[in-house]
């Protein structure tokens, strides 16, 4: 079984910085595209930022230029680097593949709050 484990959310405030990271078992890592998805109370879940198995991004409009996704293919672990955080940034962040496959199970998320 395929298993998700986000880490690295806190609250900091707005221009602040985070790097989440998604560990990621049960699975092949390297061969999956892979995907950051957040969710705003009162909103639907939501892709921001996705990778290809080797290695090509693309962003959602409202995090673009701001956040960076990576992957380390040896560590089966992705990552997020977010930069100049703004209130409405504030969600919770899971990882899953790209695109989510239709068993697919989530992680519990790592929350992010940005708040002065």
């Known amino acids: 079984q395929v298993q998700f484990v986000e880490s690295g959310g806190g609250l900091v405030q707005p221009g602040g910085s985070l790097r989440l990271s998604c560990a990621v078992s049960g699975t092949t890592f390297s061969i999956y595209a892979m995907a950051w998805y957040r969710q705003a109370p009162g909103h639907q879940r939501e892709r921001i930022a996705g990778?290809?198995?080797?290695?090509?991004?693309n962003y959602a409009d409202s995090v673009k230029g701001r956040f960076a996704i990576s992957r380390d293919n040896t560590k089966n672990t992705m990552y997020l680097q977010m930069n100049n955080l703004k209130p409405e940034d504030t969600a919770v962040y899971y990882c899953?593949?790209?695109?989510?496959?239709?068993?697919?199970?989530w992680g519990q998320g790592t929350q992010v709050t940005v708040s002065s």
């Open positions: 990778i290809t198995s080797g290695g090509s991004s």
């Open positions: 899953n593949t790209m695109p989510v496959g239709v068993r697919s199970s």
